[in-house]
């Protein structure tokens, strides 16, 4: 009854206009990676762009941690939540999806318009010549400058794991294969910017939607509370739906604690049977 209580006040929201989605990490919890500020998570101090760019040993911890959690983003398959979303976009109710997630599920799901607000973890880039390579054949090449070396980790959100720093501190970094050059992973650091192409896209997104949903996110960057002010300003409805406080809420025009992998497919299921 409250789950029915709850899409009930969404659709009265939405009445059947077209969403932009904002994604945020709370929506590959069920798909088993971690997101970053659930309740009861402890804080996590991220890699920061100017430090990986200019430090060595800062280059050789993301690394290490990355090779030990990068098996676990690779497995990860979507849920109930990327698939609900993926179908929702098929019958038109959802315009195009901006994600702050890296972990390239949507794609996976099958949503055709999606733009990852900051990158994805399945591409590599050279800071040098800009030469592209895929994640899992840099985890190979990885794997062969490193046979002998070992450590275990809990895995973290952004596919890393927390190592200890004996560990990190004599893992080998690879190079890049066509200019000998720093690689790094094709996301955006903190303290790093979006490129411009790929916020225009999402702003093309935004301006297609007549309502903003907000699902797993707590809006915390401003790369994404940034559309929940502009709808605001703009007198656009938004709803975000987050398990636990978020940046916006008091921008929402509804805010709604239902797990995402319940709520998602119920909206689908609705508008599969045209009842909005």
Sequence with gaps: MALDDDLGRLLKVVGGRPMAVLVGAGLSTDSGIPDYRSP????????????????????????????????????????????????????????????????????????????????????????????????????????????????????????????????????????????????????????????????????RIFEEGAVLLVVGSSLTVWSGYRFVKRAAEQGRPVVIVNLGPTRGDGLATLKLEVPLGVLLPRLEEVHRAGMV
């Design 40 to 203: 009861g998570r402890p804080p996590r101090a991220p890699i920061q762009h100017r430090e990986f760019v200019q430090q060595v040993s800062a280059r050789r911890r993301y690394w290490a941690r990355s090779y030990v959690g990068w098996p676990h983003i690779a497995a990860a398959r979507p849920n109930g939540g990327h698939a609900a979303l993926s179908a929702l976009e098929e019958v038109g109710a959802v315009r195009g999806l901006i994600s702050q997630n890296v972990d390239g599920l949507h794609g996976q799901a099958g949503s055709r318009r999606v733009v990852e607000l900051h990158g994805a973890l399945a591409r590599v880039r050279c800071l040098g010549c800009g030469a592209v390579e895929r994640r899992a054949t840099l985890q190979e090449r990885l794997s062969r400058l490193n046979c002998s070396w070992e450590a275990g980790g809990a895995a973290r959100p952004d596919g890393d794991a927390e190592l200890l720093r004996a560990a990190e501190e004599s893992f080998v970094v690879a190079d890049c294969l066509m200019c000998g050059g720093v690689l790094k992973p094709d996301v955006v650091f903190f303290g790093d910017n979006v490129l411009p192409s790929t916020l225009a896209e999402a702003w």
